[in-house]
Every structure is written in C-alpha cells, then in structure tokens.
T-cell receptor, first 111, second 114 residues
Framework: KQEVTQIPAALSVPEGENLVLNCSFTDSAIYNLQWFRQDPGKGLTSLLLIQSSQREQTSGRLNASLDKSSGRSTLYIAASQPGDSATYLCAVQTGANNLFFGTGTRLTVIP | SAVISQKPSRDICQRGTSLTIQCQVDSQVTMMFWYRQQPGQSLTLIATANQGSEATYESGFVIDKFPISRPNLTFSTLTVSNMSPEDSSIYLC???????????FGPGTRLTVL
C-alpha cells in the first residue's frame, strides 16, 4: 500500500525567507502528485499538479519538483509571506480513484 | 475548476445519533468522493459515489455505517450513522476534473461526537 510521508510536520519561518517542504512516497508507480494547502474551515486548495512524466511545475512563488524513481517531491516557496501560513499536503494518485495523502506540514510565516 | 459547498460546516452530536452531510457542486460530475480527516491524520478515502449506482467503499468502511446517496450529477450526501466519539473528524467531499486530473475539495464538515 502506498504510504506518503511529509517532513517536517511543522515549520516556522520569518517573513521573506525561502523554504522547502518535503514529501516522500513508497511506491513509485504513480499517475501524478499534487500539492494542496489546507486552511481552517476552507477545505483544500490545489496548488500544483505534476504528472508522472514531468519533473517540475511552477506557479508564481511556488515550485514543485518530482523525482519519481526516488519517491520524492519538494515544494519550494520563495519569499514567504504571512498569507502563506497554512497546512500543506501532498497527495499521490496511483489509480483512477486512489489518492493517498501525507499528514501535512503546518507552516507559520512570522511577520 | 469546480466550486463545492458542504452543509453543515460543523456540528456537535450525541453518541448514537446520525448526521447527514450534503455536498453540492456547481457543475455536473460523474464521480464524487468522500474523505475523512481524523485529528492529526491525513485524509482517507471513504467511498466513491457514482450517479445511478451504488457507492464503492474503501477497505474499513461499510455502507451501514456510511450510507451515501447520489441522486443527480451535482449532489451527494454522506450519513454518519450511530455515531461514536471515534467518528469525530472533518468530512470532505471532492470531485475530479478529468481534463486536468486536478481534485477539488469542499470546505469540509467538522463533526464532534460527545
């Protein structure tokens, strides 16, 4: 069974700092990997999706990379802002309906 | 993209009662998914709801405990039956945009069982 791990579980950084969140998965046979942010009371918002054939995706200050063979992905956030404070989840899709989530990294950006 | 709403947003319930959670999508979708997020845990898929057929449940989840309705292509309900404190979780519905493989989630229903 696919297992997804995120490190660290929590992270506090001062505003303006660049940071990296890590995600690892045990089975490299994935269709895609998705990064979400979760805000209290607002559900999950999709940030970036990387297909299994891709190496990275970028959106604004966010860059996600995927190394499928080693079972790893990183989410890079540049010039962090207090509004980036949220829980970040990665999820891998292994089949039509099979989306496996990590437990998330709770990010706090200190003004 | 899809916009998803859920009702109620939160509830506090007594042990042994049942709660029905509603999920409404602003577009027609073939499949809707129900997830549970227990405190401090990752999201776990409960079941997949197709319109016009029985829901498909994941290992560890059964229809008697989590009956699901899917009366049309924009709406679904999940009932949490005979609740116990262990059912205290956030319940989320989601849909899959098959053109982009992106999943969209509702805001969630935070359930507390006393």
């Amino acid at each position: 069974k696919q297992e997804v791990t995120q490190i660290p579980a929590a992270l506090s950084v001062p505003e303006g700092e660049n940071l990296v969140l890590n995600c690892s998965f045990t089975d490299s046979a994935i269709y895609n990997l998705q990064w979400f942010r979760q805000d209290p009371g607002k559900g999950l918002t999709s940030l970036l999706l990387i297909q299994s054939s891709q190496r990275e995706q970028t959106s604004g200050r966010l860059n996600a990379s995927l190394d499928k063979s080693s079972g790893r992905s990183t989410l890079y956030i540049a010039a962090s802002q207090p509004g980036d404070s949220a829980t970040y989840l990665c999820a891998v899709q292994t089949g039509a309906n099979n989306l496996f989530f990590g437990t998330g990294t709770r990010l706090t950006v200190i003004p | 993209s899809a916009v998803i709403s859920q009702k109620p947003s939160r509830d506090i319930c007594q042990r042994g009662t049942s709660l029905t959670i509603q999920c409404q999508v602003d577009s027609q979708v073939t499949m809707m998914f129900w997830y549970r997020q227990q405190p401090g845990q990752s999201l776990t898929l409960i079941a997949t709801a197709n319109q016009g057929s029985e829901a498909t449940y994941e290992s560890g989840f059964v229809i008697d405990k989590f009956p699901i309705s899917r009366p049309n292509l924009t709406f679904s309900t999940l009932t949490v039956s005979n609740m116990s404190p262990e059912d205290s979780s956030i319940y989320l519905c989601s849909v899959d945009d098959t053109s982009t493989d992106t999943q969209y989630f509702g805001p969630g229903t935070r359930l507390t069982v006393l």
